[in-house]
């Protein structure tokens, strides 16, 4: 089994992962757009000792990278992730996920909801667009609205089962 975590960040989900897995088989890839973010996850001991490889990639990329065959995931974890992209990049991002799950895989997804304590406290000159806003560290982040989001994924990917959420 393959976990990939497509997400961006320095391992805060894939070493707690590492340190409870029993099963060797099981292997973890990780895919970040920053590389200083990759460079984390590669040199910690914990994801040098087993089965798990980070690469820099852009999710929003018309092209996957080498490492990164279609059909090949079982599990994907976003965590943030959508969140952090520009509405406009969504499609994108949600055809490299659905590229990459194999049949019967599972996308688990964690992000910002609508009107979230975080999208409350953001003033109006950070305000980019419709629930998108700019932080002080100059990254972006989108609040969902569960309804919209499903809609968008049933309207362009109309072969995912989307009953768990």
Request: with cysteine; glycine share 4%; net charge positive.
């Amino acid at each position: 089994m393959i976990i990939f975590f497509l997400k961006k960040g320095a391992g805060n989900t894939l070493f707690p992962l590492l340190q409870t897995n029993q099963n060797p088989h099981l292997k973890y890839k990780a895919y970040d757009y920053s590389s200083h973010a990759i460079k984390l996850i590669q040199t910690n001991s914990s994801a040098v000792s087993v089965n798990a490889t980070a690469s820099v990639w852009d999710l929003t990329s018309p092209t996957l990278p080498p490492s990164l065959l279609p059909n090949s995931a079982d599990i994907l974890l976003l965590v943030f992730v959508l969140s952090a992209l520009n509405p406009s990049e969504w499609n994108q991002a949600l055809t490299n996920i659905h590229r990459v799950l194999k049949k019967g895989g599972k996308v688990c997804i964690r992000d910002y909801g609508r009107y979230d304590l975080a999208q409350l406290r953001f003033r109006e000159k950070r305000w980019l667009g419709d629930n998108f806003y700019v932080r002080g560290d100059k990254t972006r982040v989108y609040f969902f609205d569960l309804g919209v989001f499903l809609s968008f994924l049933i309207f362009n990917f109309l072969d995912i089962d989307c009953s768990t959420l």
